[in-house]
């Protein structure tokens, strides 16, 4: 304590918890599962990447002639990112914040490098990235002003020997790349913790990797669904006896109209760019993709109708909600129906721009997915609803109830709308719109109500079919 003014009083500094601390913390609140990749997957999208790979590297890899600094940065085994982005200056701001995130000035990006990021102290104690021409290593069981520590690219093969490069990163980092000083993509890598430590006393081992990879495939062949920037998303697996690495399961999008859909989607990122995700009209975006997922000799196609839908805020605010003039928080919305008639994959999910996990609470009963940039629970894995304990004055439980009952419902009108469109014009089968209808008698609470306002505006529609007079009527006529 000290009295530094000159009077009566005493004053001291509120204790905060050290770094390490502050991790171990972190770590308690995301799982050690499919959900690391999904965060590192969610970067590579906010970067605005077509491809990211992620590779299990096995190889027992030392390099005793690497400078001491980096000896413990460049071993395996090891988990390896690559996408196709640059880290931008946020990007190296945000990946040596703690606990923030630069989303909170960005309303438009998922989450970088903020506290989802952090889980990949689950596995390691070694973060190194290289990007642009930079090389980041970062090590929180160091002094807290040492943690993070920089190296220009141009000048790694003075502290990394060139043999020690190609080994490690040779399959993307490549010799004309170190000589420029310019990587033009992100790569990650992560050693395997090979020994308890300050940060975790896990000490994690290939078959680990194995359980984050086949968490991951849970939900892989949806997680190209709704999201505007990546393509291919890649899990690879390297062994010391194998001349090349191989792919256990591959997503991307697929099919004639890729160009087509590509186009789309990069107009709406600039749409929502240019008005920071507060538009003056309501936005909205339609188009199909085709999903591929190949896991060994499995190789599946699915066909997804996509609706993007960005209201005014005015219209899911009111005037005395003064919380949410909160602009970090946009109310974002997507549908995904099946064009395949009475699909069984289309078993109404929660999305968070990737899927929630598959439990119970994030289905809807619904035929189609729901996307919305709702606020989630600590560990990202559910949306926070109205509960037994909580108010239903609480902010967060208020935007979500309003991002369903006013945007996304409004977003499923839209979609059922084209749908529409399209079957009186015999380019979507009757069969594949009446798929997207919702049926009252599997629903419940909100998704029930949701369901009934739809199904009002339906009743003025010419949505019933008369073989005999070959056209569509309302229930009216």
């Known amino acids: 304590m000290a009295s530094v003014r000159g009077d009566l009083f005493q004053y001291n500094r509120i204790r905060t918890a050290t770094v390490v601390q502050q991790l171990r913390q972190i770590l308690t609140q995301y799982p050690d599962n499919g959900t690391i990749i999904k965060e590192l997957v969610q970067n590579a999208e906010d970067a605005g990447a077509s491809r990211v790979e992620v590779v299990h590297d096995t190889r027992d890899l030392h390099f005793p002639d690497a400078h001491q600094q980096l000896i413990h940065f460049v071993q395996g085994p090891a988990l390896c990112i690559y996408n196709d982005s640059l880290f931008s200056q946020d990007d190296w701001d945000g990946i040596c914040r703690l606990s923030d995130s630069i989303k909170k000035n960005d309303p438009l990006k998922i989450g970088r490098f903020g506290l989802g990021f952090k889980s990949v102290f689950h596995m390691t104690d070694h973060v190194t990235v290289v990007s642009g021409g930079k090389v980041l290593l970062m090590d929180p069981c160091q002094p807290e002003d040492e943690m993070c520590c920089w190296l220009d690219l141009r000048r790694l093969t003075s502290v990394l020997p060139p043999h020690a490069c190609q080994q490690l990163w040779g399959r993307y980092l490549t010799a004309e790349h170190l000589q420029r000083g310019h990587f033009p993509a992100t790569l990650f890598w992560f050693p395997l913790r090979q020994k308890p430590s300050q940060v975790s006393r896990t000490i994690y081992s290939s078959s680990h ?86 896991q060994g000799k499995k190789n599946e196609q699915q066909t997804w109708r996509i ?5 005014i805020r005015s219209d899911v605010c009111t005037l005395a909600d003064e919380e949410f003039e909160d602009e970090s928080h946009i109310p974002l919305v997507g549908v995904a129906a099946s064009t395949q008639a009475n699909d069984s994959n289309a078993q109404g999910h929660l999305f968070c721009f990737l899927p929630l996990p598959l439990d119970p609470s994030n289905m809807t009963g619904l035929p189609v997915h729901l996307n919305a940039s709702f606020i989630l629970d600590h560990n990202r894995r559910h949306v926070k ?32 709308e084209a749908g529409l469109q399209e079957a009186q014009q015999h380019l979507l089968s009757a069969s594949a719109w009446y798929s997207m209808l919702p049926a009252l008698t599997r629903l419940s609470g909100r998704w029930y109500d949701m369901a009934t306002t739809v199904w009002r505006t339906l009743a003025t529609m010419p949505i019933i079919y008369s073989e005999e007079e070959q056209q569509t009527k309302t229930f009216l006529q």
């Open 209 to 294: 990797i194995t359980c984050l990879f086949k968490s991951f495939g849970v939900e892989a062949s949806y997680c190209l669904i709704f999201l505007t920037s990546l393509e291919t998303i890649i899990l690879k697996q390297v062994t010391s006896s194998a001349r090349a690495s191989t792919t256990l399961h591959e997503v991307l999008l697929v099919g004639g109209n890729l160009a087509k859909v590509r186009k789309k989607r990069e107009d709406f990122r600039q749409q929502l760019k240019q008005c920071n995700g507060s538009p003056s009209q309501p936005l909205s975006c339609n188009y199909e993709i085709t999903v591929r997922a190949v």
């Open 307 to 311: 609706l993007h839908y960005l209201p």
């Open 385 to 416: 609803w109205r509960t037994a304990e909580s108010s239903d004055q609480q902010f967060d439980v208020r935007w979500n109830e309003r991002l369903v009952s006013v945007a996304a419902m409004v977003a499923y009108w839209k979609l059922l």
